[in-house]
T-cell receptor, first 114, second 113 residues
Framework: QQQVKQSPQSLIVQKGGIPIINCAYE??????FPWYQQFPGKGPALLIA?????SEKKEGRFTISFNKSAKQFSLHIMDSQPGDSATYFC?????????????FGQGTILTVHP | ETGVTQSPTHLIKTRGQQVTLRCSSQ?????VSWYQQALGQGPQFIFQ???????GRGNFPPRFSGLQFPNYSSELNVNALELDDSALYLC????????????FGEGSRLTVL
């Protein structure tokens, strides 16, 4: 019940395309859903996050869509650039007192061709 | 740069040995979490320290242990190393109230031969 399932495993788009990464969760106690971006040799960095009382959040070219009833959320990257090539992880946290206990998805390797 | 520093960046050990990894948290953050990231996988939560006490633990055996010091820096110790312990070990700092906004270091890459 603690799992977060992420798809696809890898994604290739052309510059300007709109890659979409999907995640699904089971634990209804989760109440905060961040996305992290990780470049090779670096630690994950927070990209954008959403709470389940909001259906959509946009920051720059990154948008999270959230469907509470389906227990699904997704990341859209508008006007993707080669510099967006990285591994993206969805995550979830909630239910309890472990502030730092994020449950991560398996990751999506995004490649944006020039 | 997040301000979270980890050492060493790379190390090689043999099976059965012990290892200590170190982490300095971002200024103002009193909570440190440790994650294990196997190749091609998402990070897995090991444990978290808040005000020098363990505050939450993932599904890892007792040979994974930790410490947090008064300056909020932290150590991860792994005893009796196994081949499957080969991974990137990530430290992340954060500050209450509860948030999923973690600031990760660049990790320590452990190889167990």
């Amino acid at each position: 019940q603690q799992q977060v399932k992420q798809s696809p495993q890898s994604l290739i788009v052309q510059k300007g395309g709109i890659p979409i990464i999907n995640c699904a969760y089971e634990n209804t106690a989760f109440d905060y859903f961040p996305w992290y971006q990780q470049f090779p040799g670096k630690g994950p960095a927070l990209l954008i996050a959403i709470r389940p009382d909001v259906s959509e959040k946009k920051e720059g070219r990154f948008t999270i869509s959230f469907n509470k009833s389906a227990k699904q959320f997704s990341l859209h990257i508008m006007d993707s650039q080669p510099g967006d090539s990285a591994t993206y992880f969805c995550a979830a946290i909630g239910g309890g007192t472990s502030y730092g206990k994020l449950t991560f998805g398996q990751g999506t390797i995004l490649t944006v061709h020039p | 740069e997040t301000g979270v520093t980890q050492s060493p960046t790379h190390l090689i050990k043999t099976r059965g040995q012990q290892v200590t990894l170190r982490c300095s948290s971002q200024s103002g953050h009193n909570t440190v979490s440790w994650y294990q990231q196997a190749l091609g996988q998402g990070p897995q939560f090991i444990f978290q320290y808040y005000r020098e006490e363990e505050n939450g633990r993932g599904n890892f055996p007792p040979r994974f242990s930790g410490l947090q010091f008064p300056n909020y820096s932290s150590e991860l110790n792994v005893n009796a190393l196994e081949l499957d312990d080969s991974a990137l070990y990530l430290c992340a700092s954060s500050s209450p109230p509860r948030t999923g906004e973690l600031f990760f270091g660049e990790g320590s890459r452990l190889t167990v031969l």
